[in-house]
């Protein structure tokens, strides 16, 4: 290990808290840039995320199924907003669907008091 001297410490200390100002300030842009207000893409970039050719991305924003924006004769697509998009279309697993009935079933049951037939 290196030994200092006091004036070399103090040299140390500044340049530690020089490059620590730096690194503070890189991850300050980025997490700006990063925010929804700055999320916005273009056509192209969206077929990228959807992995739609653009043609059918041009066919399902005319049939009003993907979210987007429209400024003059350009489409603007949020990143955010695209992948909510893409996980609302999530698909049930049969487990799910038989937990939920079985869900249904009970509360049914504790308001009519009528019970549910075991197969």
Not at 18 to 32: A, G, P, V
Not at 62 to 75: A, H, T, Y
Not at 82 to 109: D, P, T, Y
Request: charged content about 30%; hydrophobic content about 35%.
């Amino acid at each position: 290990m290196k030994t200092y001297s006091f004036e070399q410490i103090l040299n140390v200390l500044a340049n530690i808290e020089l490059r620590l100002q730096n690194i503070e300030t890189c991850l300050h842009k980025s997490t700006n840039a990063e925010s929804p207000q700055n999320d916005f893409i273009g056509a192209k970039e969206a077929c990228e995320i959807l992995k739609l050719s653009l043609p059918t991305l041009y066919s399902k924003v005319s049939l009003r199924e993907i979210p987007c924006f429209k400024k003059g004769n350009r489409l603007h697509f949020s990143k955010s907003e695209l992948v909510e998009w893409i996980s609302e279309g999530r698909k049930k697993s049969v487990s799910e669907i038989n937990q939920r009935a079985l869900e249904i079933a009970k509360n049914m049951e504790r308001k009519s008091g009528i019970r549910p037939i075991n197969y």
